[in-house]
Each structure stands twice: as C-alpha cells, then as structure tokens.
C-alpha cells in the first residue's frame, strides 16, 4: 500500500501522525522491531531454547514474517462478549474453523482464541498457523454482571493442543487483581518451562478511575505502568488499549508519579503517549502490540490504519485486531488485516 493510499485513509490525522517527531524520549533509547527482534530481547535472556522456537515461530509467520512485527488476530469475545454479541454480524464466525481460515487468509502471525476453537481445530491446524491459547476470560452470563478473570483450563492443555503461546487477561487496578497477578505469573512461569511464550492483556478496571466525567482507564500514565507489572512477571509480549489521555495518576490523585511523566516524557500526541506505555515494556525489549479496538463499521480501515501508525511510529511491534475483522464478510477481513499489515511494511512509515 502506498504512503498515499494510508495519508488518503488517516484523513484529517494524517499530519498530526505521519509528520510528528518525537521529542520526548528519543528513538535511540528504544529497543525497535528488527528481524532480529526476538533474539535480541531474549537471546540473553532466561527464556529456553524451546520458548526462543515459539516466538521465533510467531516473527516467522504470515505477511510480517523476518520483520519484528506482528499482526494477531484475537478472538476470544465470544466469552468476553458473549456469542451473540459477538458473532451475530456475521454467523459464520460461530464455526471456529473460519476463525482460523481467517487469521491464515488475512496472513497473520499468529491467532490468539479460546480453548475451544483452539481444541477443536488443532490437528487440523496447529502446524500452519501458531496458535495463542487465552487461558482465562471475564464471563458475561452471570447476572449481575462481574467484572473477574477466571481460569478456563491449564497451561499443559495448551501445550498439549499443538499451542506455541498462551494469553492471559489481568485487570490491573481492580479488586482480584492480586489473585490474577500470583495466578498468571505462574501459569507464565508453567508456559515457558514447556518452551511457550507469554502474551499479558494489560487491562485497568476500576471504577475510581473515572474522575469528573473523564475515562483514565486508557491513560498513558496508568496503562503505563500496568505495562511495566506485566513485563515484571515475564510477559514476552504486552497487549495494551492504545491511550486516550494521561494524567490518571494526578486525576484521581492515588500512588506515586513524577512531573516529568507528564512534561518531559510524554506530549498530547497520541504517538508519544503510546512511546510512554512502550518505554514501561523495558524501553520496547518486551514487544508492545495495541489492540484494534470495536469494530464502527463505515470508519474501520481508516481506524485500523491510525492504530497502526501510532504503534509504529512510537516503537511498538504490532497489532492485535480481532472484532474489525471477523465482523465483517471474509473479503473485508482479509482487507483489514492486510491493510493493518501494509503499513508495518511502508518503508515511509518510520519510527518518530
């Protein structure tokens, strides 16, 4: 795709992303995506020969394949969200097999799902398309609803259907948070004595976070350092919402922050408070993917493509974009998914 094709698709963003140079923390400090990627964050590392294949099977893979960047397709709202919800724009998505035909067409990395889709797919599929067991889940059916992630299966079932990684969710800020951090480090911990790597959905839940009719659940400075527990207890990759502000810290006035969060190492444009949250994955040794966000239909690829380039350009590695592309008839998925994976290959698309 042409840098025109994706300026035609930022709109009126276009400027404000593709022309912005970063002056907060310097892109010589950062650890960036390199065909090497993977080795030169892990290759001294403790991670074993055997987590070193998994990932170098999931930098390996599809369209962004020797790159250092990464493009999963994640689906597991169907516990998230539930099916209906989730799957009734477009039905064929309640057969688990087109998920995975999706994530191989749109040429993936990797696909990131339940153990159920995983498991009902695996001989069929796990030795074409690296799969991402999410080992826990927020169930909805429960009335009134909770707000919890809870364990579905375990990390030697994940292993044991062919998966070269697992996922978890933790909601950082919320009141089970310390029983999710001491359950996900150890299934981390189980993962990558099996030789498989980690991916940590880095989540903030917690109403306080609201404050005079302002959202921080998104703010660079908190998703910040939910980054940085993540990467604390072996993350090899961070899942993070892409932010919206800062200053939840100085908003809702708890813990501990420096002005410099706000003056020095962070501006309003959304490339460096993304560069804030991936300076907190060990200044991008661990890789930082952004999730893609609800799917709004008309203004999707045009989203896609702003996500995109805000990750790029801040260091990130990647994109994990699941309900813009399953949502959709499978020609437009593909669509997306190729669209996201254009401009982590734009050689005009730099690092700010």
Same mark, same amino acid.
């Given at each position: 795709?042409?840098i ?8 009126s ?6 022309n912005? /140079?970063s002056k /907060?923390?310097?892109?010589d400090r950062?650890h960036l995506?390199?065909?090497n990627?993977?080795?030169d ?5 403790n991670?074993?020969?055997q987590?070193l294949?998994?990932l170098? *099977?999931?930098?390996n893979?599809?369209?962004? !394949?020797?790159?250092g960047?990464?493009s999963?397709l994640?689906?597991d709202q169907?516990?998230e969200?539930s ?5 009734a724009p477009?039905p ?8 995975i035909?999706l994530?191989?067409d749109?040429?993936c990395?990797a696909?990131?799902?339940t153990?159920?889709?995983? !498991? @009902?797919?695996s001989r ?6 690296p799969?991402i067991?999410?080992?826990n889940h ?5 009335y009134?609803?909770r707000?919890?992630?809870?364990m579905f ?5 994940? +292993? ?7 996922g !978890?969710?933790?909601?950082f800020?919320?009141p089970e @948070?310390d029983r %999710?951090?001491?359950?996900v480090? %150890?299934?981390?911990?189980?993962a990558?004595? =099996?030789?498989?790597a980690t991916?940590? +959905? ?6 306080a ?5 302002v959202d921080?659940?998104?703010s660079?400075?908190l /998703?910040? %350092? ?5 990467? /604390?207890i072996q993350?090899?990759?961070i899942? *993070? ?8 810290y ?6 501990k922050?420096?002005p410099?969060?706000?003056?020095e190492l ?7 408070l993304?560069?804030? *949250?991936l300076a907190?994955?060990?200044m ?7 999730s893609?966000?609800?799917?709004k239909?008309a203004?999707? =690829?045009?989203d896609?493509?702003r996500t ?10 990647g ?15 593909v ?6 994976q ?8 730099t690092? !700010?």
């Open positions: 795709m042409s025109s094709k994706i300026t035609e698709l930022l709109g963003h276009a400027d404000t992303l593709l912005h /140079t /907060t923390i310097s892109k950062l995506p390199n065909p990627y993977y080795l964050s892990f290759g001294m590392s991670r074993n020969s987590v294949r998994s170098g *099977q999931i930098f893979t599809g369209r962004l !394949a020797n790159t960047y990464v999963i994640p689906v169907g516990i969200h099916a209906g919800a989730s799957f477009n064929d998505y309640f057969d688990p097999e087109n998920i035909k994530a191989i749109g040429g990395n696909v990131a799902s153990f159920g889709v995983l !498991a @009902s797919n069929k599929y796990a030795h074409r398309i799969f067991v999410k080992l927020n169930e909805f059916l429960s009134p609803n707000y919890n992630q809870i299966g375990s990390v030697d079932e994940a +292993w044991n259907l062919g998966a070269v990684a697992v !978890a969710t933790i909601y800020g919320s @948070s %999710q951090i001491v359950e480090a %150890q299934a981390f911990e189980r990558h004595e =099996l030789g498989m991916v940590l +959905w880095c989540y903030l839940r917690n109403n976070y609201k404050k005079d009719g921080y659940h998104a660079a400075d /998703t910040g %350092q939910a980054n940085h527990l993540g990467v /604390t993350a090899d990759i899942k *993070q919402k892409l932010p919206e502000n800062n200053g939840g100085t908003a809702v006035n708890f813990g922050t420096h410099k969060v706000y003056s962070s501006s309003d444009n959304p490339i460096d993304c560069r804030y *949250q907190n994955c060990y991008g040794k661990v890789g930082l993917i952004n893609g966000g609800e799917s239909g203004t999707d =690829l045009g896609a493509v995109a380039v805000i990750n790029k350009r801040a260091g990130g590695c994109l994990i974009s699941g309900r813009k592309a399953f949502q959709k008839p499978r020609n437009e998925g669509e997306l998914l190729n669209t996201i254009d401009v982590y290959l734009s050689k005009e698309v690092i !700010a």
